[in-house]
């Protein structure tokens, strides 16, 4: 926790975080958190953020690599760490964006209007993006060593979603189709091992095929489903 704040802006003065600020922030070990980014990057929860070289000031090699990380992805990151140390991520975020180089000074009253609302947004989006993420998180964490496969309603169940609400992300998203009654995956997710099918035989003699999530298409939905709400909370926001 003694670490010097290490922040960096994009050329479109997008603040960064480093991983090892975050390896801090939550007591972790380094190549923990790097593990758990390179991880999520993998399961589409996240982006696989940019890497950089950066002076060893400690014991080991003169060089180390790091990942710099937006602020969406790292409440990502922390909450799946340990999700106890969010609120100390929110923290350390305003310390960096209060270091990041200040905007112009509004030069009416209609500007500083604006500006209030724009920073308001980003308050209220970040107050979204920690709880869209929770019920995700949570699930990933209890179930992400399950050996079962598990139907569309546990699923939805699990994630606190409405069976209506998550039925329409999923087609919306290509990620699952109607033929006739029922939903089938597309194929690049069974492809990708997130889905398995089963057929079988109902009483009245009818086949059916019936989708089944894998525990790696839970997890993976699970992120994508955070990342929906994240999205669809800070459209509410803007429209507002």
């Known amino acids: 926790m003694g670490s010097m704040l290490n922040l960096q802006t994009t050329g479109g003065n997008d603040v960064t975080m480093s991983s090892r600020e975050i390896a801090d922030l939550v007591e972790k070990r380094h190549d923990n958190v790097l593990r758990t980014i390179e991880t999520l990057a ?3 929860a996240i982006t696989l953020p940019q890497n950089e070289e950066v002076t060893n000031d400690g014991p080991g090699p003169r060089t180390i690599g790091q990942y710099r990380i937006g602020k969406r992805d790292s ?3 922390v909450a799946q760490l340990s999700p106890e140390f969010t609120a ?3 923290d350390r975020w305003q310390e960096l964006e209060a270091r990041a ?6 030069q009416s009253f209609a500007a500083a209007l604006r500006l209030a609302a724009e920073q308001q947004d980003v308050i209220d ?3 979204a993006q920690l709880a869209a993420a929770a019920p995700a998180v949570e699930f990933v964490e209890r179930y992400a060593d399950s050996t079962g496969t598990k139907g569309f309603r546990q699923v939805a169940k699990l994630l606190g979603a409405k069976e209506n609400l998550f ?3 999923l087609i919306d998203q290509k990620i699952l189709y109607r033929l006739g009654t029922e939903l089938t995956p597309h194929a ?6 997130r889905f398995c099918v089963k057929a ?5 003699g009818h086949a059916f095929n019936s989708a089944r999530f894998t525990p790696k298409g839970v997890t993976w939905v699970a992120g994508e489903w955070a990342k929906h709400q994240v999205s669809r909370r800070q459209g509410e926001v803007s429209h507002a």
């Open 167 to 169: 039925r329409e992300f």
């Open 200 to 204: 079988g035989t109902a009483d009245s």
């Open 88 to 90: 100390r991520l929110v």
């Open 188 to 193: 690049q997710h069974i492809d990708a091992g």
């Open 125 to 127: 989006a970040q107050a």
């Open 101 to 106: 180089p200040a905007l112009a000074v509004p």
């Open 42 to 44: 993998a399961r589409g």
């Open 75 to 77: 409440y990502v990151v």
